[in-house]
Structure formats: structure tokens, C-alpha cells
């Protein structure tokens, strides 16, 4: 009809990702006039890498009858994840593969010729990255030790929204209540 869509897609992503890191650190200290100062600098060089493949297909239907409409969706994906650690005559590969679903729906009411109402709900994803998967035991501070972990999973966001818009002439004001509900949390731990 003249106010109803029906939307289908398909979307396929490669990130391959290869990081190289070399540093100096000591492998011993000596005391000179009262101070600890370096001795012996070793070398250390490694490198990770990271291969996503991201495969993915949507569909979204929407209506509007009158004062009233809706919107409903739903994204599918299949993600295949691969590392390596590779240092040192050390090779160590990594796999995480996993399937998830994405629903999200949408329902508003015009009231009036003035003032809208909406309620919302989403399901977002933030994949981890870089450092967060990188699981080389960097101990280039010895302060601050940095290490990632291969094995981790997305984050995922539900989001839920109810919002009212008042509209008038050029002038508008919109105000809306929102709550998001995060899951399986990428952290640090210091």
C-alpha cells in the first residue's frame, strides 16, 4: 500500500587485521650512585592477527493505518573469528564463531494534529577489537601489565524508548524516557 514498506538485505563483511609490535625492555637492572638503572635491553617482537568474517541478512516490515504505525525487524548474523599469536617461535591460534539475532520494533500514535507518541525497542551489538583481543602478556611497564583475551564475545545493547514529540507551525519540542540494558560487558580490570 501507499504507507506500508516491506525492506530485505543481505551484507557480508571481511576485516583482516595484522599488528606488528617491537620494543626494547631490560632483562636485568644494576644500582648506580643509589638508582636502578637498565641493563642488558632485549629485544621483543611479535605479532597478532585478526580475520572477521561478518554475514548478514535483514527484514523490516512497516505500516501505517491513519493515526497509527508500526515497524518490526529482525537482522540475522553469522560472524567467523580467527586470531594468532605469533612470537618467539610461538603460534597460537584462536576461534570464536557465533550466531546471533537482532530484533527491533517501532510503534507511534498521532494524537492529534500536534503531538506524537512513540515506543521503540532496539538490540545493538559493539564487537571487541584491537588490544581487548589481543592476548600477548605486554609487560612493557611495569606498572600497568596489558593483555586482551581472544575469547571474548560482543556486547550487547537493549534499548527500550518511549518519546513524545510536540510539534506546532516551526516549532517543535521533543522529549523521550529511555533505558538501555547492556549485556556481556567488555570491561578493563586494573
Not at 617461535?89 to 500514535?109: E, I
Request: aromatic share 16%; charged share 25%.
Amino acid at each position: 500500500g501507499e504507507k506500508g514498506k516491506i525492506e530485505a538485505g543481505m551484507k557480508a563483511t571481511w576485516n583482516k587485521d595484522v599488528s606488528a609490535f617491537q620494543y626494547t625492555e631490560p632483562t636485568g637492572t644494576r644500582l648506580v650512585d643509589g638508582i636502578y638503572v637498565p641493563d642488558l635491553v632485549d629485544t621483543v617482537d611479535y605479532q597478532f592477527g585478526y580475520d572477521e568474517r561478518i554475514f548478514a541478512s535483514y527484514f523490516t516490515v512497516g505500516q501505517q493505518w491513519g493515526m497509527l504505525g508500526i515497524q518490526g525487524g529482525l537482522r540475522a548474523e553469522q560472524a567467523y573469528t580467527s586470531s594468532y599469536l605469533d612470537g618467539e617461535s610461538n603460534s597460537t591460534p584462536f576461534q570464536n564463531n557465533y550466531f546471533r539475532v537482532y530484533p527491533s520494533a517501532n510503534a507511534f500514535v498521532e494524537t492529534d494534529g500536534e503531538n506524537t507518541w512513540s515506543l521503540s525497542y532496539s538490540r545493538r551489538v559493539n564487537r571487541p577489537r584491537g588490544r581487548q583481543l589481543n592476548p600477548y602478556l605486554d609487560v612493557s611497564d611495569p606498572r600497568n601489565y596489558r593483555t586482551g583475551n581472544p575469547f571474548l564475545l560482543p556486547e550487547f545493547t537493549n534499548s527500550y524508548e518511549l518519546s513524545h514529540q510536540w510539534r506546532r507551525r516551526q516549532t517543535s519540542v521533543t522529549s523521550s524516557l529511555f533505558f538501555k540494558d547492556t549485556r556481556d560487558v567488555i570491561s578493563r580490570f586494573t
